[in-house]
């Protein structure tokens, strides 16, 4: 079964006169952290939702230019976001296609993250929320620089299914946990576009 690729970094277009502009200057892959999955047991007395929970990482720090009001640079700082979502395992609630907001895993970080399931069939039985799907990933970045807004978007998929890049584990108690293989951790090879959705994002380009 071929482990599922990783797509590149994709310009999400928000604006008709954004301007996407190749990266001059090393960038650093995103990673997942790590990656849980936890089913209903099915019993009575207990809720009957499936829980995945995702940690991604953004270990880049994006200069942004010199400020008018201070000698340092204005940066976009390293990010880290928890991607969480449920969904009723027993009514056929879908998860796939919803937008989902991240939770930031730093006070007041400039990074907006939000995620959403997607369909695919690597394991050739059909698409399936907890073993053969897809996560797309955005991070949205702004910062008020001298008196005008800047922002700046990235984007990027992964897919994932069990028996690949995905360890299923039973419980005696007929709950099932999934976790990523060790060694298959995937990397985010995020390179080739930034684009620039407000503002004037100086090397990578104005909206």
Same mark, same amino acid.
């Given at each position: 079964? %071929?482990?599922?690729?990783? $797509?590149?970094?994709?310009?999400?277009?928000?604006?008709?006169? @954004?301007? =996407?502009?190749?990266?001059?200057?090393?960038?650093?892959?995103?990673?997942? &952290?790590?990656?849980?999955?936890?089913?209903?047991?099915?019993?009575?007395?207990?809720?009957?939702?499936? $829980?995945?929970?995702?940690?991604?990482?953004?270990?880049?720090?994006?200069?942004?230019?010199?400020?008018?009001?201070?000698?340092?640079? =204005?940066?976009?700082?390293?990010?880290? @976001?928890?991607?969480?979502?449920?969904?009723?395992?027993?009514?056929?609630?879908? %998860?796939?296609?919803?937008?989902?907001?991240?939770?930031?895993? #730093?006070?007041?970080?400039?990074?907006?993250?939000?995620?959403?399931?997607? #369909?695919?069939? =690597?394991?050739?039985?059909?698409?399936?929320?907890?073993?053969?799907?897809? *996560?797309?990933?955005?991070?949205?970045?702004?910062?008020?620089?001298?008196?005008?807004? *800047?922002?700046?978007?990235?984007?990027?998929? !992964?897919?994932? =299914?069990?028996?690949?890049?995905?360890?299923?584990?039973?419980? !005696? &108690?007929?709950?099932?946990? @999934?976790?990523?293989?060790?060694?298959?951790?995937? *990397?985010?090879?995020? &390179?080739?576009? !930034?684009?620039? !959705?407000?503002?004037?994002?100086?090397?990578?380009?104005? @909206?």
């Amino acid at each position: 079964m %071929p482990f599922p690729h990783l $797509l590149h970094l994709l310009p999400i277009i928000t604006s008709v006169a @954004a301007l =996407a502009t190749p990266l001059t200057t090393p960038f650093l892959p995103w990673d997942l &952290t790590s990656l849980s999955i936890d089913t209903p047991t099915g019993r009575s007395g207990n809720p009957p939702y499936t $829980l995945l929970t995702i940690i991604i990482n953004d270990p880049n720090t994006i200069s942004l230019g010199p400020l008018s009001s201070r000698p340092d640079n =204005a940066t976009f700082p390293p990010s880290t @976001a928890t991607c969480s979502t449920r969904w009723n395992s027993y009514i056929d609630e879908s %998860p796939f296609d919803k937008v989902i907001p991240c939770t930031s895993n #730093r006070y007041g970080a400039p990074g907006e993250w939000t995620f959403e399931l997607l #369909r695919q069939n =690597a394991t050739g039985f059909g698409p399936n929320p907890a073993w053969d799907f897809k *996560v797309k990933f955005d991070l949205e970045e702004s910062m008020i620089l001298d008196g005008g807004i *800047v922002s700046m978007k990235f984007s990027e998929t !992964v897919g994932f =299914a069990r028996l690949d890049n995905l360890v299923w584990l039973c419980g !005696v &108690t007929g709950s099932c946990s @999934a976790f990523l293989r060790p060694g298959f951790s995937p *990397v985010m090879n995020q &390179t080739g576009v !930034v684009e620039c !959705v407000k503002g004037d994002c100086g090397i990578w380009g104005k @909206a």
